[in-house]
């Protein structure tokens, strides 16, 4: 039984390395890569198969749970096969990042009882995720309309995507140690009641930030993920709608306040409000990704055969609208379900642990994944403003793709036996 057991969970792992095999041979034998994907990818890939297998026999030995490597392998192979496809030069640089992300993973796994503990150090943390937030304000450059890079050379650095993990572990941390007062409000200010300012005061800093990258940074994808896991967290803490109320009050005002004063949000919001009026212009990625889906219908063009090019930028920011063209409907669903099955592991997890610093952290880490899929996902259909963040473990990043692979090690390490997780 144990044998079979042990064969069940490495088959498994055929479903992801199977889709990434036949993809780069569909790509090879056609030359869809107009000849710039070459072998030369393959010590890369095979590191990558060898750490998978490492990393799948470390999960089930120190009793993890594995379903989660599952999803994100499945993701990580449709977004490799999509990248190969979509950008070919920028194939092995992928496959690298998610080598050193797997690493990422391994090093959390190693040091979980040190990371875990992190929580602790929670007024560190929010200062530290502060700082990091504000690092492009004063030494950002602009790529892609947005101020929320830092540049080295040849390396870049989205620090956004690192200042959601500090953020997670700060509000777990800040929230599991004062959900009793933030739960008894003292003041009251015209329909809330308020804690006291120095329990407020952190929360108002998050939101402060997020409309600071919007407005400043143009940053609107990251501005919704960070306020969005901040009033979720809350409410989950200390399950008082006031402060969702009192959030969404907050960031309405500053929005009609930031229209009025700031050309390009009203440029943002013009686009999404009518594409149709300027389609070849500010609306250009938005309108040719409409098209994609329209294209795609039910079942997809097949892969390989649509038109994606058209979109600028397609393997970052539009890397679904591709999928849709392609794989259609049914393909993108599936793609969808592989993010909900991820999250509803995320949180079950996150309900079998010891102590609510841990609760609030795996469920923050659910929440973090969940909010960015929603919010790039909405963009590029239109259901909300286009936003430029990633769809996670799929569109090209590093680091998106590290920061995603330290926050799934976050979660493994929390579903470990001695941390009172359940496993797979």
């Known amino acids: 039984m144990i044998l079979y057991m042990g064969q069940k969970n490495y088959a498994l792992l055929l479903a992801p390395l199977g889709i990434l095999l036949c993809g780069l041979t569909m790509l090879s034998a056609k030359d869809y890569a107009t000849g710039q994907l070459d072998f030369a990818y393959w010590p890369y890939l095979l590191t990558l198969i060898v750490a998978v297998g490492l990393i799948q026999a470390i999960l089930r030995r120190i009793g993890a749970d594995t379903w989660l490597f599952y999803c994100v392998l499945l993701l990580l192979s449709v977004g490799l096969v999509m990248i190969a496809r979509l950008a070919p030069d920028l194939f092995i640089p992928q496959l690298r990042w998610a080598i050193i992300g797997l690493l990422m993973f391994l090093l959390v796994l190693r040091f979980d009882q040190v990371i875990l503990k992190l929580t602790s150090y929670q007024y560190i943390l929010g200062l530290a995720c502060l700082t990091v937030l ?44 004062h959900a009793s007062v933030l739960k008894l409000p003292r003041y009251k200010l015209l329909f809330w009641r308020l804690p006291p300012p120095r329990f407020l005061a952190p929360l108002l800093s998050i939101w402060g930030m997020a409309l600071v990258m919007f407005v400043v940074q143009r940053d609107l994808g990251s501005a919704l993920l960070f306020f969005g896991i901040a009033v979720l967290m809350t409410y989950i803490a200390t399950g008082m709608m006031s402060y969702v109320a009192m959030a969404f009050g907050f960031f309405a005002m500053s929005g009609i306040l930031s229209y009025n004063l700031f050309n390009h949000v009203r440029v943002r919001l013009a686009i999404w409000l009518d594409p149709w009026a300027d389609p070849t212009g500010m609306a250009y990625q938005v309108v040719q990704s409409l098209f994609a889906f329209g294209s795609g219908g039910v079942w997809g063009v097949g892969f390989g055969q649509g038109s994606p090019r058209f979109i600028p930028e397609v393997h970052t920011d539009f890397i679904f609208s591709a999928i849709a063209e392609e794989l259609g409907l049914i393909g993108s669903w599936l793609l969808l379900l592989v993010y909900a099955l991820f999250f509803f592991r995320a949180v079950k997890i996150a309900l079998a642990c010891r102590g609510e610093d841990k609760i609030l952290l795996g469920l923050g880490v659910g929440i973090a994944f969940f909010l960015q899929t929603f919010i790039i996902v909405a963009g590029v259909t239109k259901f909300l403003p286009l936003t430029g963040i990633t769809l996670p473990f799929v569109s090209y990043g590093g680091s998106s793709m590290v920061s995603g692979f330290i926050l799934l090690g976050i979660l493994a390490a929390l579903s470990r036996r001695k941390n009172g997780g359940e496993t797979a």
């Open 134 to 177: 504000g690092l492009p304000l004063f030494f950002g450059t602009e790529i892609g309309g947005s101020l929320n890079w830092l540049v080295f050379g040849s390396f870049q650095v989205q620090p956004s995507e690192f200042g959601k993990i500090l953020l997670v572990f700060f509000l777990a941390g800040f929230l599991s140690d």
